[in-house]
């Protein structure tokens, strides 16, 4: 797929640092139950850590009890790629930004009791939060 947003591996791993470079460039996870934003309850918006696009809304975040930030619906169906992801043995289905193509999750069947049923797992470090007025 082509982004609108593309750079090198060079200029993402100088912009993101190596920590939200492995997450986001590589697909990596963070430790559970580590992420700042996992207690964010202030109304705002969530977007991608490596291209500023919004992809949340704070009143679709839920707990999950999962560890990692959870939300029931992107803020737009066209705001997240999702690709079937069969590594680590597992079927599950990629969170990527379409901006980007950053990674910043996966998304599960299993959030009972929200409107969609969906559980979108992200990890606190591909995510930026930014506060209502």
Same mark, same amino acid.
């Given at each position: 797929?082509?982004? #609108?947003?593309?750079?090198?591996?060079?200029?993402?791993?100088? #912009?993101?640092?190596? #920590?939200?470079?492995?997450?986001?460039?590589?697909?990596?996870?963070?430790?559970?139950?580590? &992420? $700042? %934003?996992?207690?964010? $309850?202030?109304?705002?918006?969530?977007?991608?850590?490596?291209?500023s696009?919004? %992809?949340?809304?704070?009143g679709?975040? /839920?707990?999950?009890?999962? &560890?990692?930030?959870?939300?029931?619906?992107?803020?737009?169906?066209?705001a997240? $790629?999702?690709?079937?992801?069969?590594? %680590? &043995?597992? #079927?599950?289905?990629?969170?990527?930004?379409?901006?980007?193509?950053?990674?910043?999750?996966?998304? /599960?069947?299993?959030?009972?009791?929200?409107?969609?049923?969906?559980?979108?797992?992200?990890?606190?470090?591909? %995510?930026?939060?930014?506060?209502?007025?």
């Amino acid at each position: 797929m082509s982004y #609108e947003v593309r750079k090198t591996d060079d200029e993402w791993r100088d #912009e993101l640092g190596s #920590e939200r470079y492995a997450v986001l460039r590589e697909a990596g996870t963070e430790r559970p139950w580590t &992420g $700042e %934003l996992l207690d964010e $309850e202030r109304a705002g918006v969530y977007t991608c850590g490596a291209c500023s696009a919004e %992809l949340f809304k704070s009143g679709t975040k /839920f707990d999950s009890g999962c &560890g990692w930030p959870s939300f029931y619906e992107s803020v737009r169906p066209d705001a997240v $790629e999702l690709l079937e992801d069969h590594s %680590l &043995g597992m #079927e599950r289905t990629e969170v990527r930004c379409a901006s980007c193509g950053s990674h910043l999750g996966h998304v /599960f069947p299993d959030g009972f009791g929200t409107p969609t049923g969906d559980r979108y797992c992200m990890n606190s470090i591909a %995510l930026e939060f930014t506060p209502e007025d």
